[in-house]
């Protein structure tokens, strides 16, 4: 009697744990099944959450509020994401170039999205709203153009360096469409708000931001967890800041990523931590949530498979348009200029975000959503196809790398370096965006590092802006320099004073106990390093941390 | 720096004509069934805080209908009354949506279209005002009063599971006054509606507390209108720009969020 009670008290199962099971389902099985089609993950995501919407089976129903209020955190996280990994090195590098390119790739595709919204009778916001959606791009095949040793092509660069002109150039147009839209009171005085909103945000971001989050993470760095925690608050602020004068919250994300980017180096462990939260949760929920938009009734008709093809045209006739407008006037190639297109036709994340906010805001309806999934999945097969015929055709260009791209420490004491010397790591290291490394070495006869004490180490020197790996190895000095010639290193510092062995092409830094009032150090590298070098490191450390490094202010050039 | 500076007043620009253009949708035009006119088709005449006065132009729903007339460049509301029944039938009487306060069902998916909803509607308990409960137990002693035709009244049964068996009506008029003559402690309503209702009533009713679930009130179009898709941008528009919001306060009272949640066992 009680089995049979208890079978007919067993219940289908349903509610919040449920929506997050299918969720994470398709989390798990979209990408996978699409990578296995050769198609990119995020559109198994999107092409998922439509088939657990209510448009598909209905597993997640229309009034769901779960997901899509997941999917916000998301398209912040996103954004956020977008603005950290652009490197800002490379637009300071080819500011002309990136700035000229920049100006023209929004514009061009921007004006054609104008001349689309116009001919189709469309109201002025929508129309403006996807002109920016046509303008902006995202760096998706930067990966691929980058491993194949053509990150340093000043073509290559420039079109990076560009990305954060446009995308800046269209958030601040949605920042004013959707201000306009969604505030209350006179037109000028909405969009006076959103100009003092913007000025703050970019004051903020550039002034206040960076130093407000280096100073929280040398006070709670020491754990990683709380590494974590602050970049979160600190992305979540500038959201919250940017609601306050009724901008969108993407964009207050987007600033926060260019504040925090040189301190976050893409390269270092937080990065790698921020990545991994972002891949694993919060973007794929927001590609979900997309999904659930998508309905098949409304994409698969005449109307708006139209309108996707004018969106393809506009977007990659227009950034066509302005690779060849802006590849001549700095005697780029034709090759270097298709690297240029094939790194801005993709349209992912502020594309995504300019739409889906339109969406929100009444501005865009169902079929102009539908239409960007297809100008997204179009855009984003075209990039992947036309990168493989870069990657073969252009010739890598090897490039001095920056200084700072990857700085290793070397140190014999088990106790890790002083915390100057992690200091000077971080400070050399970051105007590159670059992340140091940490390698304790030890002899044959010294006992193993516990992980106990490597832990305390990592702790201690996380404090002092460190943002990368430490390890141990069996070497000494010479090995160690010697080995890290043949990795990726781009600065060695060798915690010993006395080191003097000449490594080869890669410089490095020896500090030595100034008998004086300032300390010294020496620069060891052969030929192709002189005192340019030295010069460039007492300029990253002149004038910065007078409180951790009170006297480096000399160098000469070791050999 | 200068290209920046450049770029930004050339968008700017182009946003100063934005901000004074109008507020319609991209990618559909509203078409309605009588020039220049709006029409409107209701079950419920009047619904306190929805549809009030004569003829109905205060309320909730009126206060709707007009923003969306605005919206869509339309000079007048024409407002139809017609059964509930017929309604969730897609028997609109001509009418381009109708607003009556409807919650969205597969069921009812069948005769018309939902749009977007424009109020979130979990399950509202409206009580006597001499009824208290401060939980599922208090909830389960109360005597209930349900309607034949409610959606919620599967939930009281599978959420609540009363004690004793509810009185059963044929709709929600009975229902009310069932309630109004004190043969029955409670009704279960959508929480827009039941704070409607205290607020029209406050000598004999308030809202006990909701409880989770529900989807929201939406408004309802005919089957395949062309409509559709201008009708929702202009809910999450009016949404997104405060229209709601203000109408909510302004005839429901409190806001949803404001009414406590009672847990149950699902």
Request: charged fraction near 15%.
């Amino acid at each position: 009697m009680t089995a049979m009670t208890m079978l007919f008290s067993i219940q289908a199962p349903s509610g919040t744990v449920l929506e997050f099971l299918v969720l994470f389902t398709v989390i798990l099985l979209g990408p996978v099944v699409f990578n296995r089609l050769g198609l990119p993950g995020l559109i198994g995501l999107v092409i998922g959450g439509f088939l657990i919407g209510p448009h598909g089976v209905d597993l997640i129903g229309a009034g769901n509020q779960t997901v899509p209020e997941l999917g916000k955190l998301g398209l912040l996280y996103l954004m956020f994401v977008a603005g950290l990994e652009l490197d800002l090195r490379v637009l300071q590098e080819y500011r002309r170039a990136a700035g000229t390119f920049g100006l023209i790739g929004f514009v061009v595709p921007f004006s054609l999205g104008l001349c689309i919204g116009f001919v189709l009778g469309w109201s002025l916001p929508a129309t403006c709203l996807l002109g920016a959606l046509l303008s902006s791009h995202t760096l998706i095949v930067y990966p691929t153009i980058r491993d194949a040793g053509l990150g340093q092509n000043p073509a290559i660069a420039s079109a990076v360096g560009a990305t954060v002109l446009t995308d800046t150039l269209a958030l601040i147009v949605l920042a004013v469409v959707a201000g306009t839209q969604t505030g209350s009171g006179s037109v000028y005085l909405i969009l006076l708000e959103i100009a003092l909103g913007l000025a703050v945000l970019m004051f903020v971001a550039l002034a206040a931001l960076p130093r407000v989050v280096d100073l929280a993470l040398r006070r709670w760095g020491s754990d990683r967890v709380a590494r974590y925690v602050v970049i979160i608050v600190a992305l979540l602020s500038m959201a919250a800041l940017a609601e306050v004068f009724e901008i969108e919250g993407i964009v207050g994300a987007f600033f926060a990523g260019l504040a925090l980017n040189r301190l976050v180096p893409n390269e270092g462990a937080s990065m790698e931590r921020i990545e991994f939260f972002g891949a694993a949760v919060f973007i794929p929920v927001f590609l979900v949530s997309i999904g659930l938009l998508l309905d098949p009734s409304v994409m698969f008709t005449g109307h708006t498979l139209g309108l996707a093809a004018l969106m393809i045209a506009a977007a990659l006739g227009g950034k066509g348009v302005a690779c060849w407008l802006a590849g001549p006037l700095f005697g780029f190639s034709g090759l270097e200029r298709l690297g240029m297109y094939v790194l801005t036709i993709p349209q992912a994340a502020a594309t995504l975000a300019v739409s889906l906010i339109g969406f929100e805001i009444g501005v865009f309806g169902t079929s102009v959503v539908n239409a960007v999934l297809v100008l997204i999945l179009f855009s984003i097969l075209a990039a992947a196809f036309l990168a493989q015929q870069v990657v073969e055709r252009l010739p890598a260009h090897d490039g001095a790398r920056p200084l700072g791209s990857r700085v290793l420490i070397v140190t014999s004491s088990p106790t890790g370096p002083p915390d100057a010397t992690v200091r000077i790591a971080t400070l050399l290291a970051r105007p590159d965006g670059g992340h140091s490394d940490l390698l304790i070495i030890r002899s044959h006869a010294d006992p193993p590092i516990e992980s106990m004490a490597l832990k305390a180490v990592e702790k201690r020197i996380l404090r002092h802006g460190f943002d990368g790996r430490v390890r141990t190895a069996v070497a000494t000095f010479d090995d160690a320099v010697s080995e890290s010639m043949h990795t990726d290193a781009s600065l060695v510092i060798v915690d010993e004073p006395t080191f003097a062995t000449v490594p080869g092409r890669v410089p490095v830094l020896v500090l030595e106990d100034g008998a004086g009032e300032e300390d010294v150090f020496r620069v060891i590298a052969d030929g192709e390093v002189d005192e340019r070098v030295v010069e460039e490191i007492r300029g990253r450390l002149t004038g910065s941390d007078r409180w951790t490094i009170p006297r480096l202010r000399r160098g000469r050039v070791g050999v | 720096m200068k290209a920046f500076a450049l770029a930004t007043m050339l968008a700017v620009g182009a946003l100063g004509l934005a901000a004074c253009g109008g507020q319609g949708a991209a990618g559909a035009k509203f078409e309605p069934a009588n020039p220049g006119t709006l029409t409107v088709v209701t079950a419920f005449v009047p619904a306190p805080g929805f549809w009030e006065g004569r003829p109905p132009t205060k309320g909730f729903e009126a206060g709707l209908a007009d923003a969306l007339a605005h919206r869509f460049g339309l000079k007048r509301v024409l407002v139809l009354q017609q059964p509930f029944a017929s309604i969730i039938r897609g028997k609109l009487g001509g009418a381009d949506l109708a607003l009556s306060q409807l919650t969205p069902t597969k069921a009812r998916e069948q005769y018309v279209d939902f749009t977007t909803p424009y109020l979130t509607a979990p399950p509202g308990i409206l009580a006597r005002l001499d009824v208290r409960a401060r939980d599922v137990h208090g909830l389960k002693a109360l005597h209930w009063v349900v309607s034949r035709t409610s959606t919620l009244t599967p939930i009281l049964m599978d959420t609540i599971r009363p004690d004793a068996d509810p009185v059963e009506t044929v709709d929600r008029t009975q229902a009310l006054k069932v309630l109004r003559a004190g043969r029955a402690d409670a009704l279960l309503l959508d929480l827009p509606v039941a704070l409607a209702l205290a607020r029209s009533e406050p000598e004999r009713f308030h809202v006990l507390g909701q409880i989770s679930g529900g989807e929201g009130l939406a408004a309802a179009l005919p089957k395949g209108s062309h409509n559709r898709e201008i009708v929702d941008s202009a809910i999450r528009g009016l949404t997104a720009n405060g229209t709601i919001g203000k109408l909510t306060s302004r005839w429901l009272g409190k806001s949803t969020g404001d009414v406590p949640l009672i847990l149950t066992e699902r």
